[in-house]
């Protein structure tokens, strides 16, 4: 079988979890990328391609071997994937269902549309204006389409949206924006996976933020979620039932509310953390779904676990870190750590989850087990910055 894996940067959820699992699945991968001297040690085949067009995703494939699969993991990447297999007859995602995700004010139209929720939201092309109406105070101000909590930030008045418009557009010319009113209330994810038919509901986490204005996660905490079935019919009024998908929301005093739909599996080492809490290979699970295979049954997960990312909290230079860390076999609670930096990396952090030095994550028999197992790992293994 040939499966061909669309991609930007290497991230470990490629290169420890998805190119595994294909090879497990007994698959020859191709990846395509339009950095490939950053994959030459990925053990596959890396072709050059402009992974961002599907037309030219399209004419790479048919000019090589046949395909059996095409996937991607990235963010960016998902419509254009889902063209691709769609092109070839293969499963696969709807691409509309991929905009609409991936469009944080496409999202709102469609789930108001479609009776789902209402959320008041306002999108801003490049150039508009602060809005004069339509959203209250306090309100959340964040990139259309983007990713890891970039340039997503709290105002609470009009010149606070202004400021905040200026410093946004700054990095981001020619980008629209979205405004929406703040949702207040505990946030949580759903993670599903789907096979054609109702996804199925893998669990969820409870995150934990750092201070506001900024919306920078900290730590996520395996938990029953409490709004699957909310979670259900906004998926299923996207069209996003098919492969992976992680979800976030919030119980607001009004009822649950969508925060953004990432129709991927849930990343920053939680789908290593959720693989592992199944007790099932889920990257070959999610891979089997694209080759055409049923999800199948996942069972529940048992005991507790934790991702806790460690956050940089002021500029310098790395003087001394933990390094990688896998658990000790007998060990009541299985302790995982993924340094993100290195000794003499600089560090500027800029409020997003590009400023984690590096990801613990841990599995015990209950949440005061694996809360104690951090705490102990955290002060012998601080990450000092200078």
């Avoid at 991968?29 to 599907?54: I, K, N, Q, W």
């Avoid at 069209?239 to 998908?245: I, L, P, Q, S, V």
């Avoid at 560090?347 to 705490?375: C, F, K, M, Q, W």
Wanted: aromatic content about 6%; some cysteine.
């Amino acid at each position: 079988m040939r499966l061909y894996l669309t991609a930007l940067k290497p991230t470990d959820s490629v290169t420890d979890g998805f190119l595994p699992a294909a090879r497990a699945l007994g698959c020859d991968v191709t990846v395509l990328t339009d950095r490939p001297e950053r994959h030459l040690d990925s053990g596959a085949e890396v072709l050059g391609c402009d992974v961002r067009d599907a037309r030219a995703v399209i004419d790479v494939i048919a000019h090589h071997h046949a395909p059996d699969a095409v996937f991607s993991n990235s963010d960016h990447l998902q419509a254009e994937t889902a063209m691709a297999a769609a092109y070839f007859g293969l499963p696969g995602k709807d691409w509309r269902a991929c905009v609409t995700a991936k469009n944080k004010a496409l999202t709102r139209r469609r789930l108001a549309e479609a009776g789902v929720e209402t959320v008041r939201s306002v999108r801003l092309a490049p150039g508009d204006p602060a809005p004069r109406d339509g959203v209250p105070f306090p309100a959340v101000v964040k990139p259309r389409e983007g990713v890891a909590s970039e340039d997503v930030v709290l105002v609470r008045d009009g010149l606070e949206l202004e400021a905040a418009l200026r410093t946004i557009r700054e990095r981001r010319p020619g980008e629209a924006l979205v405004v929406e009113e703040y949702l207040e209330g505990p946030l949580y994810t759903l993670e599903t996976l789907g096979d054609g038919g109702e996804p199925l509901v893998l669990g969820g986490f409870r995150t934990t933020l750092g201070a506001l204005p900024h919306f920078v996660e900290e730590r996520l905490d395996w938990e029953p979620p409490p709004a699957p079935g909310h979670v259900l019919r906004a998926l299923a009024a996207l069209g996003a039932g098919f492969g992976a998908c992680h979800t976030e929301y919030v119980m607001t005093q009004a009822g649950p509310r969508i925060i953004e739909v990432n129709y991927r599996v849930i990343g920053d080492h939680c789908d290593f953390l959720l693989g592992d809490l199944l007790g099932v290979p889920l990257f070959e699970r999610i891979l089997g779904v694209h080759l055409g295979a049923s999800a199948g049954a996942l069972g529940h997960a048992h005991g507790h676990g934790t991702a806790l990312s460690v956050v940089a909290d002021r500029r310098g230079s790395v003087v001394a870190a933990p390094g990688t860390v896998a658990p000790v076999p007998g060990d009541s609670v299985r302790l995982w750590h993924r340094p993100l930096r290195a000794v003499g990396d600089r560090v500027e952090p800029d409020n997003t989850n590009r400023d984690y030095l590096g990801i613990v994550r841990a599995i015990g028999p209950d949440r005061a087990s694996v809360d104690a197992a951090l705490e102990a790992f955290e002060a012998g293994n601080p990450w000092v910055i200078a």
